[in-house]
């Protein structure tokens, strides 16, 4: 190796350093600054009750109809984008396997939607919603953050079906299996713990989003009972507690926002667990 190639690695290896060091600093900022206001303002109450009169004024009162609010919202979302998503990202990868031009315009599509801004799809939401007469409720908004995800969802799961050896799908077919069947009972089952990953990054980018949500959920004090009714979310609620103007309503948004980290950190354990467990016991080709 000549002598400018290790100048040029050793500047690049620095250079990649220096960004890493510089993500995780910002990183653990964010995270400090929100557990330091956040923390000594969490409380029992705070997340056993829903707001009383007045919460929003730094009155009695918690985020109890956020947390399930996000909850309901999130699952059901996800759960709907893993329903329409995996079957996609399958057919892509088994069904059109052939048609490498086809998949990368699809992937291309799929890959400006995700970029698209969640505020886009509220929008798009709130004037289908105005155009059918529906109005705000817990099930327009999984509607469409459903549509919000379902990109990632797609994308994500294609990622991992795209590391299977295509000499997998040759044998099983040559077995005698139908594509479905090599879809579903191998394809499936060899990818679980990235499809486990791809639900993951769904359900967080589901659950802490506000943009998607802020024109189709709408927003209320009480815990949905049904899908027809309004609903709070942990971001929302985020939002209106930071726009007071009373000190102790901003620090229980940062304890709102400590909360939703918890959450999201929780899921990321179990789904680290779970893949660990799937890829044990995954058979090797």
């Not at 995780?24 to 969490?42: D, E, Q």
């Not at 379902?150 to 795209?162: Q, S, W």
């Not at 359900?203 to 949500?213: E, P």
Request: hydrophobic share 55%; aromatic share 12%; glycine share 8%.
């Amino acid at each position: 190796m000549s002598k400018f190639k290790l100048i040029e690695e050793k500047f690049f290896r620095v250079l990649m350093f220096l960004a890493t060091c510089l993500i995780a600093f910002a990183l653990c900022l964010i995270i400090f600054s929100i557990l330091y206001k956040g923390i000594p303002s969490i409380s029992w109450e705070m997340l056993t009750q829903t707001p009383k009169g007045g919460f929003y004024f730094g009155k009695e009162g918690g985020i109890l109809n956020a947390i399930i609010g996000s909850l309901y919202l999130s699952i059901g979302a996800t759960f709907l984008a893993f329903i329409i998503g995996l079957p996609v990202a399958l057919y892509m990868n088994i069904f059109l396997i052939k048609h490498k031009k086809l998949i990368n315009i699809i992937r291309f599509f799929l890959d400006l939607l995700w970029g698209v801004p969640s505020i886009v799809y509220g929008a798009f939401g709130f004037t289908m919603m105005i155009f059918f007469g529906i109005k705000t409720s817990l099930l327009a908004g999984i509607i469409v953050v459903t549509l919000f995800i379902i990109p990632i969802m797609v994308r994500a799961i294609d990622e991992v079906l795209k590391t299977v050896p295509i000499g997998l799908l040759e044998s099983s077919l040559s077995l005698g299996s139908t594509k479905s069947e090599t879809a579903y009972r191998v394809f499936f089952k060899q990818c679980i713990p990235g499809i486990i990953t791809a639900v993951l990054l769904s359900f967080g980018r589901a659950i802490g989003d506000a943009a998607s949500v802020l024109f189709t959920t709408g927003y209320t004090d009480h815990i949905p009972t049904s899908l027809s009714q309004p609903t709070a979310t942990l971001p929302l609620s985020i939002f209106f507690q930071l726009t007071s103007p009373i000190p102790e309503v901003q620090n229980r948004a940062y304890a709102s926002a400590v909360v939703l980290t918890v959450i999201i950190l929780i899921i990321s354990i179990l789904s680290r667990i779970f893949s660990k467990k799937f890829q044990k016991n995954q058979i090797n080709f």
